[in-house]
T-cell receptor
Framework: GQQVMQIPQYQHVQEGEDFTTYCNSSTTLSNIQWYKQRPGGHPVFLIQLVKSGEVKKQKRLTFQFGEAKKNSSLHITATQTTDVGTYFC????????????FGKGTHLIIQP | DAGVIQSPRHEVTEMGQEVTLRCKPISGHNSLFWYRQTMMRGLELLIYFNNNVPIDDSGMPEDRFSAKMPNASFSTLKIQPSEPRDSAVYFC??????????FGPGTRLTVL
């Protein structure tokens, strides 16, 4: 079945360093979404990418959708303690109308 | 806007007992999703509704799980009988369609 994989599972960085998480799908995606979950919290929508090769920026966050629409990445420049959390990518379930398949997430741990 | 409301926030029960989780989606959203999150399996889609109709319940683990959406403003997820392996955080999310999903705060279920 459809799989969405993320690497790395955990990432430790010093505050101020950059961070990147990668997402790969076993199938071509019509779109990809990114969510952030703070410790003890719930997933919060960050962004949706739709077009092949699309790049979107939100302040220090840069999101990219691959040309083949099977992979994506999230890059954070100069991490801050407020960036701590788990970052998930999610793609539409194959054949499903609105359901999403989530990756296992990348846990970002920042050392001050 | 109150966002997605879930109750209870925490539930501790004994094996074999019936558990009912409740969700009130954001008004106007026509899609409602139930997810389960565990360390081992990550965030899994259990079932989703569109316009109160169950569309895909392939993620429901077994017959002990059932979900209903009697109207546009209320949904329940029931586990009967509950087992220790059902311990997890259960999230309800709603959305206007194939775009972002808004998650509730979750219900942390512990089955002893």
């Amino acid at each position: 079945g459809q799989q969405v994989m993320q690497i790395p599972q955990y990432q430790h960085v010093q505050e101020g360093e950059d961070f990147t998480t990668y997402c790969n799908s076993s199938t071509t995606l019509s779109n990809i979404q990114w969510y952030k979950q703070r410790p003890g919290g719930h997933p919060v929508f960050l962004i949706q990418l739709v077009k092949s090769g699309e790049v979107k920026k939100q302040k220090r966050l840069t999101f990219q959708f691959g040309e083949a629409k099977k992979n994506s990445s999230l890059h954070i420049t100069a991490t801050q303690t407020t960036d701590v959390g788990t970052y998930f990518c999610a793609g539409p379930i194959a054949g499903g109308a609105d359901g999403l398949t989530f990756g296992k997430g990348t846990h970002l741990i920042i050392q001050p | 806007d109150a966002g997605v409301i879930q109750s209870p926030r925490h539930e501790v029960t004994e094996m074999g007992q019936e558990v009912t989780l409740r969700c009130k989606p954001i008004s106007g959203h026509n899609s409602l999703f139930w997810y389960r999150q565990t360390m081992m399996r990550g965030l899994e889609l259990l079932i989703y509704f569109n316009n109160n109709v169950p569309i895909d319940d392939s993620g429901m683990p077994e017959d002990r799980f059932s979900a209903k959406m009697p109207n546009a403003s209320f949904s329940t997820l029931k586990i009967q009988p509950s087992e220790p392996r059902d311990s997890a955080v259960y999230f309800c999310a709603s959305g206007p369609g194939r775009n972002e999903q808004f998650f509730g705060p979750g219900t942390r279920l512990t089955v002893l």
